[in-house]
């Protein structure tokens, strides 16, 4: 893999417009695993590739477990009432063959909120509801958390996560050239592709600064949806690749999500 720079994916935001939306994401984490290409086999098109790494000798594929609060969930364009959610996302790395950008397939997200009947059944999204709780001890002076929780309690997705972080954690991104390369990678991928519940091929963009994440301790998992669909096994899902944490960043998602035909 050759290196990458920040810089060279960093851009403008686009103008918002229409129903485009602003939130800020609150305990933000990525925890990832790297495992065998061969299991995400058969869920995605043929437009797409895994965007693999090599690790200790061995092809690996990533996949992240993305949970976060919606703080300050808003119109990016109209005065409109915030809202509030828990929610974490799946996804796997890939690259678009036709353009060849880095970016993510998502299984889909569970979400804390009444809202979820629009991104659900009015766009298609492979969004399912789910209970998140997050329980939290961060102390704003040394900027780390000395207690991160998740708890989901959902049909779909169950999930457990518990992690700390600590002064003396390295950041190490193992496979990358370095670690700009891996935050490139694992950080900054702005568009997402999906199977739409009505089995088309959608997607949308999003875009925000570059994350100041730090490393974090992974302590405890327990994801349901990773299990299931034999992805990572819950003995697998002890060891992480890597856990990224940033307290609070902002994004801007841009809709409606196309459909790709």
Known sequence: MDSLKLKDFLHPRPAPRGIDVLCKLQHFSIITYAVDPSRFEGLFPE??????????????ALISVVPFI????????????????????YRIYIIDKKTNERCVWFLGTTL?????????????????SGKVKFDCEFDSSTRLYSKYKMVTQADWAPAHVELTQSPESKLELPGFPDV????VYLTHPLAGF?????GQLGTYRVWHKALEVKPANLESANFGL?????????????VAHSVLVEPINEFTIYLPPKVIR
């Open 47 to 60: 437009r797409f590739e895994l965007d693999t790494l090599e690790i200790n000798g061995e092809e690996k």
């Open 70 to 89: 919606d703080v300050d969930f808003t119109s990016a364009v109209f005065p409109f009432p915030k809202f509030t959610m828990g929610q974490t996302n």
């Open 112 to 128: 804390d909120s009444w809202t979820l009947a629009v991104p659900r059944f009015v766009w298609n999204l492979p969004w399912y």
């Open 180 to 183: 700009e390369t891996g935050l």
């Open 194 to 198: 999906y199977y739409r519940r009505d």
């Open 226 to 238: 990773l299990s299931r669909l034999g992805l990572v096994t819950p003995e697998e899902q002890q």
